[in-house]
Each structure stands twice: as structure tokens, then as C-alpha cells.
């Protein structure tokens, strides 16, 4: 399964967050990582720092072709346009996705919505209560990455 986590540049991962990585890595699923900085880079740095290799990096080529940052050295895929089409494309080919959202980033909310638009299964962390939120984690794949043995 090919699995999406993505964040806000805002949103600090806890210990929760990174034990949602090493579930999703204990399954062995791809990971499909942006290369931003914030959450993003907190997410690489973990997945760097287990050797974890089933990733791939999704950018734009700001840096002369190149992903802003790619810590583990994992493939990459380039998508010509904006740091917004390049997080399109990053859902589109995930299966599922692992959000890390700070109540606010309109970004983040925007990859959960087409998440779930296509219908694919998205976990939503966030510590913090925002009302006008309409996006919420599914009990399903929740359970998957509750007991990584499943």
C-alpha cells in the first residue's frame, strides 16, 4: 500500500505521530513523502534516521530539478507546476493517506479532502479542536496502524 503523510509546516510531530510512521513502516508500506520543510521534513528525518527505504519523494524541481530536500536519498518524482499540483499528484498516486494537521493549514486540509474525494482512507492527527473542521480519521485505518501485526 502506498501511503501519503504529509503535514503542516506549522504542526510539530509527537511521540503519538512518530509511532503512527513506525506503524505504517512496520507494515511495510511505501511512503510517499513531500519535500518541505516543517512536518514534512519531521517526517523524513524520521524515516531517514531507520534507514527506512520504502519511500518516494514528491517535489516540484524548485532547486534546479532537484526535491528541496530528500534525507534518505529514496527515489523521487518530479511534478512540473506548483507546490500545490505537486501535492495533487502525491495523493492521486497514494492509496491512503497520514495527515499531520494543525487546525489551520488550508494545504493540509486541502490533500485530506481529495484523499477523500477518491476515497482512500485517511487518518488525520491533530491535537488541536477546530470547529469548522470537517475532516475526521477513519475507524478503519485507524485500526491498521493501531496494531501493526493486522
Not at 68 to 92: E, H, P, Q, Y
Not at 102 to 111: I, K
Request: with cysteine; net charge neutral.
Amino acid at each position: 500500500m502506498d501511503v501519503a503523510a504529509f503535514g503542516s509546516i506549522a504542526y510539530r510531530l509527537t511521540p503519538p505521530d512518530f509511532a503512527r510512521l513506525d506503524r505504517v513502516m512496520a507494515l511495510g508500506f511505501t511512503i510517499l513523502a513531500s519535500d518541505a520543510n516543517g512536518s514534512d521534513e519531521q517526517i523524513q528525518q524520521h524515516l531517514a534516521a531507520r534507514s527506512y527505504p520504502h519511500v518516494v519523494v514528491y517535489h516540484n524541481g524548485v532547486r534546479d530539478g532537484e526535491p528541496r530536500r530528500n534525507l534518505g536519498g529514496w527515489r523521487t518524482v518530479l511534478v512540473g507546476g506548483s507546490f500545490t499540483d505537486k501535492d495533487i499528484r502525491m495523493c492521486a498516486d497514494a492509496e491512503a493517506g497520514l495527515a499531520f494537521w494543525n487546525g489551520r493549514s488550508t494545504g493540509t486540509a486541502r490533500n485530506v479532502a481529495q484523499l477523500r474525494r477518491e476515497g482512500k482512507k485517511v487518518r488525520v492527527a491533530s491535537p488541536f479542536a477546530h470547529p469548522r473542521a470537517t475532516v475526521s480519521a477513519d475507524p478503519l485505518f485507524d485500526a491498521l496502524l493501531e496494531d501493526a501485526s493486522a
